[in-house]
């Protein structure tokens, strides 16, 4: 009998174009046909590949292009650049382009429309990819290159990783999130280059699916290769609700007997707030209750990670009644459009704006340092936003803290570090 | 394929944002190598000189997907070769045609300014006398490098110009 094998080598070897269905196993090379491509208005901004357009693209309809790091475009030349990219897309048979006002960020949006599916292999430009594997699908950033590769031939290839599990247990308590889940195995583990994650454990099942997201997407700042949740029922009703009707999925879980690298745990009722503070995540991480001394000026909610509806909630939660401090800016960033209008329709927009803060339109923006409120000298931002290296946001002398929405929201009204629990504490009966 | 050349060490963690700044994205391909590291290691860029090779510690090149691979190979450095090395980095280095090699233990093998001899094919490191033997360079890999990257070879098999 084949080695038991983990979920990821069975994705891996389900799309192995050598052959197809034979286990693999860590240090193997595998070329494998990829289900789904994503393309990013950042393609406007990569000399090599607008100098070495492919001819034709291979399976168009399974490719898509959305815009979101450079919307709405802030200077004429990525505006121009954005022209291209239609005339291109149009020109090569691509018709699912997001462009903007119609999408998002392209992580939660792709969930969000039916493209990520439990079992296959997804591809996009970005390091963020891994969000894909909160719904149980190989998603993995490649870059622009490779993204040229698999646009002409359909194919990739990936170095088969060790595998994680990590196994959570108990019940998430309010105040805490999916960010201080994963700010958890950053501080405990610190980075895993080159192998893959995959959850299990009782406490998955509880967890809604944007807290999953935040805690996949976030597993690029461990430098994981794959980082893969269970698909559970709940994620399998997450995925049908954005499909026709009868279309089959494929969903594929790890084999019970497969032996892993390590074996972490996490007890989710002992999980507390947390910051990672500058510059790096790894290893870099403090609860937020010893940080309070820190006063800030910016404050950041957003990113594929962080601006979904339940971002939304606990941000309209903390403000509710109260005011932001005057020496902070505080601004809030859906993730993607529908988001957004969801957020309107909750009233969560109103009492975001009243308190205060702004509401700007979905895109990644400030999470990179693109546009969007940049931050500049000496400034100190709290972010639940992905990265906090040296000069991500904009100047390199300002510092960021990254930490969950919540945090970032009992920081903005108190104008220093905040343990949400401490504002929200004060909301029990 | 083989590299020799003269060492600088960087420490672990070294990111995407401190090797290819946002910063670059607004600036003309030509002028953007020189802000490599600027942010940790101001003026290097200037001293570095082609041929020389980049030794790092662990996770090396973690973050996002821009082309951090373009500015190395722009300031003519000939290699990497770190503890440990970010999958995305990794591909991303090779696709462009710039060597890497993951070598567990090399920075604390190397001295800063030695020289150093490295094969990827057998996966052999040596400086100041002494050997260092890690997994070698996957032959799949070595080939795209010997194409010179991914365009390249893209190229040769008819797919772009
Ligand atoms: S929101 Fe930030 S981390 Fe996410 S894709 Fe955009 S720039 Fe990258």
Redesign the interface.
Known sequence: MSRPQTQIERILSRHSTESPGAPVEP?D?VEVEVDRLVLLDMAA????FLA????RVHRPERVAWVFDHLIPPPTVELASGLRKLRELAAAWGITNVWDIGRGGISHPLMAERGWVRPGEILAN???HTCAAGALGCAG???????V??IL??GRT?Y?V?ETVRASLAGRLPPGVSGKDVFLTLARDHG?I??QNLEFAGDGVAALPIPTRQAIATMCA?I?A?FALFPPDDRALDYVRARLPAGEPLAPVRADPEASFAAEWSVDLDRVEPLVALPH?V?RNVRPVAEMTSVPITRAVVGSCANGTIEDLEAVAAVLHGRRVHPDVVFTVTPTTSEVMAEAARRGLVERILTAGALVTNPTCGAC???HMGVLGDGEVCVTSTT?N????M?S?NAKIYLASSATVAASAVTGHLTDPREILGGDRP | MKLVGRAWVFED?I?T??LY??AC?RLP?AERPRLTM???RPGWSAEVRPGDLVIAG??FG????R?AADNLKGLGVAGVVAD?????FF??AV??GLPVL?APGVRAFVREGATVEVDLDTGTIRSEGRELRV?PL?P??SRILADG???PR??N?????
């Open positions: 240090e090379f901004t990569h000399p090599e070495h357009l492919p001819h430009t970005d390091s993995r950033g490649v870059g622009m290159l490779e040229m590769n002409c031939t290839w170095r990783g980075a280059p080159g700042e430098s290769e790096r790894a990179f340092g693109g990265r290296f040296q000069g991500r904009g390199p | 963690d990111n944002d401190l700044p946002a994205f391909a600027s942010a940790n662990a996770n973690t973050g996002s997907s082309p440990s090395i970010n999958g995305l591909r991303t696709n462009t993951e997994r996957p799949f890999l990257g991914l365009v893209l190229r098999e008819g797919y772009i110009d």
